[in-house]
């Protein structure tokens, strides 16, 4: 990640959603010296499914390991991370209304002993939830017309 994403203990303001998830459904959503969090998502109509791998990039088994997303019914983890390990989380999504702002991930643990915390933006976006429609050329601009009225 580039500047501005460091590691806050306590509880940190959530990091800005990277741009390329917009258009991406997979990749690592975060990476620091500890942790790598990969996100794999797929979404159909009002439904998303989201599976979120933690990495733990050290040696020491990480403690007391909780992470939270606040309205989206998700999946319990392990509570330990032993060293150079991933546990794997999924998030059912459904998408009610729209909205503006992303779920918020909240991950905590002890390493070291040391409490750490972190904060994310999900990469879920109302985008995510739209649903292509075909259309000859003549509805399209009939359609198109009556917006402008």
Not at 10 to 29: E, I, M, Q, T, W
Not at 110 to 138: C, D, H, S, W
Request: with cysteine.
């Amino acid at each position: 990640m580039g500047p501005g994403t460091d590691w806050h203990p306590g509880h940190p303001a959530p990091l800005p959603l990277p741009p390329r998830f917009v258009c991406k459904n997979n990749g690592v959503l975060f990476e620091n010296q500890l942790l790598q969090i990969g996100v794999k998502s797929e979404f159909r109509q009002n439904l998303g499914r989201m599976y979120l791998f933690y990495g733990n990039k050290t040696s020491v088994q990480f403690q007391n390991f909780s992470p939270t997303v606040l309205a989206v019914q998700t999946k319990r983890v392990a509570a330990q991370v032993d060293g150079g390990a991933q546990v794997q989380q999924v998030l059912n999504i459904e998408c009610l209304r729209d909205f503006l702002t992303p779920p918020l991930l909240s991950v905590r643990f002890r390493y070291g002993g040391a409490p750490q915390a972190l904060t994310l933006k999900l990469p879920v976006t109302i985008n995510k939830f739209f649903q292509p429609t075909e259309m000859a050329a003549q509805d399209f601009f009939q359609r198109w017309k009556q917006l402008s009225l």
